[in-house]
């Protein structure tokens, strides 16, 4: 029998006080302590949705073994309320049969599409070795391309059982390369003489030429400057202007990408007088922002924020075109503005991602690694998720293994409890994308664990972020339901979301445990695949709690999820309580 603790909402006390109950995992006796919370007297009302679902028998493969496991694919027609069906990723059910939940990666991978990857094949072997996201970068390809891409995550998720979703990351207009007449990438040698204009050829180019998107490029830079492409992966020096072209000597050597960011800087600061006159958005990027609307991807990602209201006019934009739309704004941080206005940008924003690259180009190079923590912990206080990315095994482009360098930065991200992590060009054009993604869950999985092991229990002091009496409430019951889980040292957290924002509530406490996020809705599933710790199900449940936790767990003792006696503690949108049961 479920001990429930439960928000008494309606008592004419105008204080009240919530009791926690500390319940032995091998033991039904019970103990009290008194933990104040005061809220103000408001009434909470709740609805539930249901969605169809069908189930499909899936091979994946875990650990160099194959195997047959029950997935389920996405809803394509009308809503029913079937509540027999429970749809989870593939892979996680395949972990959780194997492992248990202790193994469970916390940590989410977000792998970016090229075309090393774009084959339903490649696709399906990423999702096999830990993918939860797949991105695509506008900066590069067709949009037809990109919508082939899409179809084919679509489809695995449909037929292969996954919870992939997709993110789109716009190109921006900070000044950039051209495309290499057609090459996937050109090697810049020390000593070598470079001439960038903003001439435009057809298929015949000058060898060491390249194109440059904007126009009063030759008149801005001077003799002297340094140009820095992609971040300072690649440096010139500026030695001669002839008209509208600048001839540059590299400094620094390195492999040009096609459409790679440039920066340049004189004296030792960045010149930013023409990017602070760019647009956040471009023209192309609103076409870019149609196409993802149209599509129907899970994330947007906008490049060099500037400013919130870039964010908040994006947001009513996408409402405006798509009222039933899902999508959310991930606000890329990558610039100097983007620092000096952080809060606000994440504030405004669904999450944000730490564009390391280009955010190196910007500021001095020691100091990435403060900003770095800085974004990760605001996110976490803000409960907005966050992606770490740029240049995580950048060497893995070119060879099989990592070097120890990387993988210390590759812990440390885990260490700050980032919510992701993102391969760029490793999973985009490197020869070894799987190997690359493999690391990236080897140490994941590994720095989880000594983290666990070592009851590393932050001391984040968590701020209120709540703006209705209601939301309070959710938070309350989310911070306490993740102390008395790393307490009791329960086998999972079980939470009942329509919207995804308690589970996201439960994410931001980083329990020891994994969080097993149930709703109704597709789209939010997908979303929650981004978050810290969460394994989301798509399930039809109704506001009867007991029904659903003696549901839920008839469906997951069935698939072998969970046993009988493992110690589960549980809460949800529709009623205000922490519950507190072992499995039957």
Request: with cysteine; aromatic share 6%.
């Amino acid at each position: 029998m479920a001990q429930a603790l439960h928000f008494a909402v309606s008592s004419p006390s105008p204080a009240r006080s919530l009791s926690k109950l500390s319940y032995s995992k091998h033991s039904q006796s019970l103990f009290h302590r008194r933990i104040p919370a005061t809220f103000v007297r408001k009434p909470i009302s709740a609805v539930s949705s249901d969605l169809e679902s069908s189930s499909h028998q899936v091979l994946v493969s875990e650990n160099g073994k194959g195997g047959i496991f029950l997935a389920a694919s996405p809803p394509q027609t009308a809503a029913t309320t079937d509540s027999s069906v429970i749809e989870v990723d593939a892979v996680t059910e395949a972990e959780l049969k194997e492992n248990g939940f202790r193994s469970t990666r916390r940590t989410k991978l977000v792998c970016t599409i090229g075309p090393a990857t774009c084959g339903f094949e490649q696709l399906e072997a990423l999702a096999v070795g830990g993918m939860n996201v797949a991105r695509i970068n506008m900066c590069h390809g067709t949009r037809e391309w990109h919508r082939t891409v899409i179809e084919r995550v679509r489809r695995l998720n449909e037929e292969k059982g996954y919870a992939v979703a997709i993110m789109m990351d716009t190109e921006g207009s900070e000044i950039h390369m051209g495309d290499l007449g057609g090459a996937s990438s050109a090697k810049a040698e020390d000593g070598e003489i470079w001439t960038f204009t903003v001439r435009s050829f057809g298929s015949s180019r000058p060898e060491r030429t390249i194109s440059v998107n904007y126009d009063g490029f030759a008149e801005d830079v001077k003799v002297g400057d340094e140009l820095l492409v992609d971040g300072g992966m690649v440096r010139f020096e500026v030695i001669e202007k002839i008209g509208p072209d600048v001839k540059c000597r590299c400094t620094d050597p390195g492999l040009l990408l096609p459409r790679a960011n440039l920066t340049f800087w004189r004296d030792g600061s960045l010149v930013r007088e023409r990017n602070a006159m760019l647009p956040t958005i471009s023209s192309k990027d609103w076409l870019d922002i149609d196409f993802g609307i149209a599509e129907g991807v899970d994330f947007i990602a906008i490049s060099f924020v500037k400013s919130a209201e870039v964010i908040k006019h994006l947001k009513s934009y996408i409402a405006a075109r798509s009222r039933d739309s899902d999508i959310t704004v991930i606000a890329k941080i990558e610039s100097i503005d983007s620092l000096k206005n952080l809060e606000e940008i994440i504030q405004a924003s669904d999450g944000a991602m730490v564009a390391r690259g280009d955010l190196g180009a910007q500021i001095p190079l020691e100091q990435v690694p403060s900003a770095q923590q800085r974004i990760v912990q605001l996110c976490r206080q803000l409960n907005k998720p966050v992606i770490v990315a740029s240049q995580l095994l950048e060497s893995m482009i070119e060879y099989p293994t990592p070097t120890r360098a990387e993988v210390a930065d590759v812990s440390e991200a885990v260490r700050q409890r980032a919510d992701a992590l993102m391969l760029s060009g490793e999973s985009a054009m490197g020869q070894y994308p799987e190997k690359a993604l493999s690391v990236l869950r080897s140490v994941s999985l590994r720095i989880e664990r000594w983290w666990r092991e070592e009851k590393h229990h932050e001391a984040m002091e968590l701020a209120e972020i709540s703006s209705s009496f209601a939301e309070s409430i959710s938070e309350e019951i989310c911070n306490s339901a993740a102390k008395m889980a790393n307490n009791l040292e329960v086998d999972a957290l079980f939470v009942y979301t329509k919207t995804g924002r308690m589970a996201s509530l439960l994410s931001r406490c980083r329990p020891d445990c994994p969080i097993f996020a149930f709703t109704t809705t597709t789209s939010v599933r997908r979303r929650l695949n981004l978050q810290w710790g969460l394994i989301p199900f798509r399930l039809n449940f109704s506001d009867d709690m007991e029904s659903n936790l003696n549901r839920t767990f008839s469906l997951l003792k069935a698939r072998g999820m969970i046993q009988s006696g493992d110690l589960v503690i549980a809460v949800s949108d529709m009623l205000q309580s922490i519950q507190v049961m072992n499995v039957p």
